[in-house]
């Protein structure tokens, strides 16, 4: 009899579990030293190859998927939709944070005492990321925008965080293309396409090993998640909004815009989902995510190339809703009164932090200085929350890529670029022998 093979996302979800079975057990077993030593090295070798392939896959992919398009109008639509539907999104969860936030009041329950032994206890920890925050001294209101053109291409090829900067140019190049001479430009096209080939069977390559990589991740990380029990009710308020985003939101945006059925839709990006979670990097899990809503979803990918590198980048629906709630409970844990005002400033600020936070771990909590600074908050309250601050950028990060998933669903859906019939599909699954 021939033995079934387990599915890929089936394998990584085992891999999640032993690992997180490992990392609460280590302690006691005095294991945690060889467990940083001699397992977490494996996670860091995953996630390092992930981050390895992102930059060429963003250039390839998008140039690919930018040259194909018949012309430069449609690329504008498209992109007005995704930026349009980003911004929807976020503004969303910023305000549902708020809301949740104001109802629980998780800052009123956390004693005085304990409030003083966590700042005390990560004090180090803050200097680092306000020196962070304030690294780029922003000049001008447009600062961000500048930030955007890079001045060298190595240099923004460089550097994962420079994302933003490698998209400009790869749509630029992508367009250039279109406006180009067809036959003379033939075997450009050629190159990427192939190319583009070749990075995907990478992108699955790596994928066979993230169910070691998920196992060293989470063993080496769930160590210290006891710390999260300390602060349960902030905590649990960051997880319920992040749940309404994903079982509310996400369910009811895809069932008016789309065909695609939920659970099939939350099938597809598992693999994507999990990854996020371990890696706390929307940025690292890209590749996957572009390939599950290409192979799962059955997006196009003209549509997948250019929204999820967007997404990954400027839309985090996850850290939003971690911005607006951490601000204000920060404030209640201080004995300080928002008023209306000063809550609207925090929606507008952390609009624009969690666009500008980069799509690697903690980004958001070194964001959030620039929100608690924008209503005159002391940035030291950081202090309060960092002690549970990677459990929640887990699952933020999880958060982040639904939330790109689902707009590159709608926007592929209003181009006639889905194939609900894949989508549907309880049978599709990338890799699913391997
Ligand atoms: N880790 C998140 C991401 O990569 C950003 C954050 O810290 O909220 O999407």
Not at 370 to 390: M, N, Q, T
Request: net charge neutral.
């Amino acid at each position: 009899m021939k033995k079934k093979k387990l599915p890929l996302y089936a394998k990584i979800l085992i891999g999640m579990a032993l690992g997180l079975a490992w990392g609460l057990s280590a302690g006691a077993l005095g294991m945690a030293e060889f467990t940083q030593d001699w397992i977490k090295p494996f996670g860091t070798i995953f996630i390092n190859c992930l981050k390895l392939i992102a930059v060429p896959l963003i250039i390839v992919s998008l140039v690919d998927g930018v040259s194909n398009l018949s012309d430069v109008s449609k690329l504008s639509r498209i992109g007005g939709k995704t930026i349009g539907l980003y911004m929807l999104t976020t503004v969303f969860a910023i305000t549902l944070g708020l809301i949740l936030v104001n109802i629980i009041q998780p800052g009123k329950l956390l004693s005085a005492e304990r409030r003083d032994s966590l700042r005390e206890t990560f004090a180090a920890d803050l200097d680092k990321s306000i020196t962070a925050a304030h690294a780029p001294a922003h000049s001008s209101p447009l600062q961000p925008l500048v930030d955007i053109v890079p001045e060298n291409f190595f240099n923004a090829a460089s550097n994962n965080t420079n994302m933003l900067q490698v998209i400009f140019f790869s749509i630029l190049f992508g367009v250039a293309m279109i406006l180009s001479n067809k036959e003379k430009i033939q075997p450009v096209k050629n190159f990427f396409d192939g190319a583009n080939a070749v990075i995907l069977s990478i992108v699955d390559i790596i994928m066979r090993f993230a169910p070691i990589g998920v196992f060293a991740l989470l063993a080496s990380l769930s160590i210290d998640m006891e710390l999260m029990k300390a602060l349960s009710v902030y905590s649990l308020n960051v997880v319920l909004g992040l749940a309404l985003m994903v079982f509310v939101l996400y369910p009811t945006l895809l069932k008016l815009f789309t065909k695609v059925k939920y659970k099939e839709f939350l099938r597809a990006i598992l693999p994507a989902q999990i990854l996020a979670f371990s890696t706390s990097s929307s940025a690292a899990t890209l590749p996957v995510t572009m390939d599950c809503a290409e192979k799962n979803l059955g997006i196009s990918e003209e549509v997948s190339s250019f929204v999820l590198p967007l997404g990954a980048t400027i839309n985090m629906d996850g850290t939003s809703i971690h911005q607006g709630i951490s601000a204000v409970f920060i404030a209640q844990a201080f004995g300080i009164d928002l008023s209306l005002m000063q809550q609207l400033t925090i929606l507008l600020t952390a609009v624009l932090a969690s666009i500008g936070a980069a799509a690697v771990p903690g980004a958001g909590i070194i964001m959030l200085i620039i929100v608690l600074e924008s209503v005159g908050l002391d940035p030291a309250g950081l202090a309060l929350i960092l002690a549970v601050d990677r459990p929640l950028d887990m699952l933020r990060t999880a958060v982040n890529i639904t939330g790109d998933s689902t707009v590159a669903s709608i926007v592929a859906t209003s181009e006639g670029e889905l194939n609900t019939a894949i989508a549907n599909d309880p049978t599709t699954n990338i890799n699913t022998t391997a």
